[in-house]
């Protein structure tokens, strides 16, 4: 039997493996879905700010992917709308302690989303097979123009291709005709550099929602047969009986500090109690976190495959969890003594919450390790959805609006930080503006001199338009026109 034109070319040349090689061509609906994910990122990149474009930007690579037809499993189609719910609030928040971490997961959940199209689930994934479908993600997503150019069976793929040569060739020439000649420049009123930057940023937005489209359309990798390491339990034992220990002599020296020879040791040290309460936080939470870190390596690596090691091992690395939720409790005290004395700042406040997100990541760790939901990979899962939902729940909170009203009702050492205040973000000036009422003077002064005289939203127009920055934009209005009429 003849073999037609189109099964011959798939033969020639190297043969890819089989998860770099899209399962389905682009259809006229992909091909649509991409090139308005491009225009999209032009868009949002050329917005003066972040605000509607960007929520726009990111609803549209979620259209790609279900434009694929691939997304077939649950999850892969509810990571893609969580990715356009956090895309939303780029437009309702500015905060820099909130905007980036959005951004990020947003584009995680596109990734996952299209990472999980061919199969899998979330409690399956565990580190290393997280790797894989990272490799997977990326080599598919460097080569993702190839999909949309030269992808087997692609309709669209010889007009791609006069497309790519076409409009360089005929703006470079466009350009150096308008150069040239007034009357044809007249009739194409244009900025070179600006028609350089839209074909520049249209170019990196096809390759970006053509590589999402072609991770989503081609098969998962294969897990290798290979082994990780282990260590036996002599190696493990140790480990954990060390840090048992490091943990216990950390117990002891907390009961000690609020007994009388506690504060002989501190009075030597040259530390009041309260000095000794509010030090130190930051370094119990880089401890916990390693201490976090170095369980779930050991979970992974310690030989426990007899069931006595696997009942020892859970036994230690319990006791060591416990122990270091005490560690995790000492920096939350310690940061809300910290904040009586002295207020609310960002950094102590996403402290606060890091404590939170830490201790739940524990008690989730320790179950995990005890067996529980058998010996599924589930809590990667836990632990990236607990900080999903806390990244939801910071949105709808505002922090920036917490940290003023806290301060400005707060019995501190110094007073309101009027100063520290001003230096925040837009999401925080209509609650700077509502707590200016019962400033002291000076206080107040200093918020005037931020907030008026009245001013328009920095970042004009549609694609910049954001929630926060119009309700900063009335609060000032308002604000000063009350100043004013004093």
């Known amino acids: 039997m003849a073999i037609d034109a189109p099964d011959r070319a798939a033969t020639v040349g190297p043969t890819l493996p089989e998860w770099t090689r899209p399962a389905t061509p ?121 999909y949309v150019t030269r992808g087997r069976g692609t309709k669209f793929a010889p007009a791609m291709r006069g497309l790519a040569i076409a409009i360089p060739l005929a703006v470079v020439v466009g350009i150096l005709l308008a150069s040239g000649d007034a009357v044809f420049a007249s009739a194409f009123k244009f900025d070179a550099v600006d028609l350089v930057s839209h074909m520049l940023l249209l170019f990196f937005g096809l390759w970006l929602a053509a590589g999402l489209a072609r991770v989503c359309a081609t ?20 480990v954990l009986g060390a840090l048992n220990l490091v943990y216990l002599g950390f117990a002891v020296a907390r009961i000690v500090a609020v007994s009388e020879g506690g504060a002989r040791v501190l009075k030597t040290a040259g530390l009041t109690y309260a000095e000794y309460a509010r030090s130190g936080f930051f370094e119990l939470l880089a401890a ?6 170095a369980l779930i390596v050991l979970r992974a690596t310690a030989d426990v495959s007899e069931p006595r090691s696997r009942g020892v091992f859970s036994v230690l690395a319990c006791s060591v969890i416990a122990l270091n939720l005490l560690v995790v409790a000492s920096a939350f005290q310690r940061l809300a003594l910290y904040e009586q004395a002295f207020g609310l700042s960002m950094l102590r406040f996403y402290s606060m919450v890091f404590c939170i997100w830490l ?39 505002n922090p920036e609006a917490i940290v003023v009203r806290h301060n400005a009702g707060a019995d501190t050492v110094e007073g309101f930080d009027a100063e520290y205040a001003n230096e925040l973000s837009e999401d925080a000036v209509p609650a700077l503006s509502d707590a200016a009422k ?24 549609w694609k910049s338009f954001n929630l926060s920055r119009e309700n900063a934009a009335t609060a000032r209005i308002l604000f000063c026109s009350r100043s004013s009429g004093r």
């Open 26 to 146: 682009v259809g006229p609906l992909l091909a649509a879905a991409i090139v308005i994910a491009a225009v999209a990122f032009d868009i949002a990149a050329r917005s003066q700010a972040v605000g509607v474009g960007a929520s726009i930007l990111i609803a549209t690579f979620a259209g790609v992917l279900f434009a694929t037809g691939h997304l077939e499993n649950a999850q892969s189609r509810g990571l893609a709308l969580v990715a356009v719910g956090f895309g939303a609030l780029l437009s309702i928040r500015t905060s820099p302690w909130l905007v980036p971490f959005d951004v990020l997961a947003s584009i995680g959940c596109l990734v996952a989303a299209a990472s999980l199209a061919q199969g899998g689930s979330l409690l399956d994934i565990s580190g290393p097979k997280a790797v894989l479908r990272g490799v997977h993600a990326g080599v598919n997503g460097l080569f993702g123009l190839g």
């Open 219 to 238: 098969p998962k990798i294969d897990e290798p047969d290979a082994t990780m390491p282990r260590l036996g339990k002599v190696e493990w034992a140790i």
């Open 288 to 293: 916990a976190a390693i201490t976090l870190v």
């Open 359 to 397: 201790a739940i990541a524990l008690v989730a760790l320790a179950l995990w390790i005890a067996g529980v939901a058998g010996r599924r990979p589930w809590f990667w899962s836990i632990a990236a959805g607990t900080a999903l939902a806390l990244l939801l729940a910071l949105n709808i909170a």
């Open 438 to 461: 019962e400033m002291d003077e000076g206080a107040r002064g200093e918020v005037e001199r931020r907030l008026c005289p009245a001013r328009p939203p920095s970042a004009t127009g």
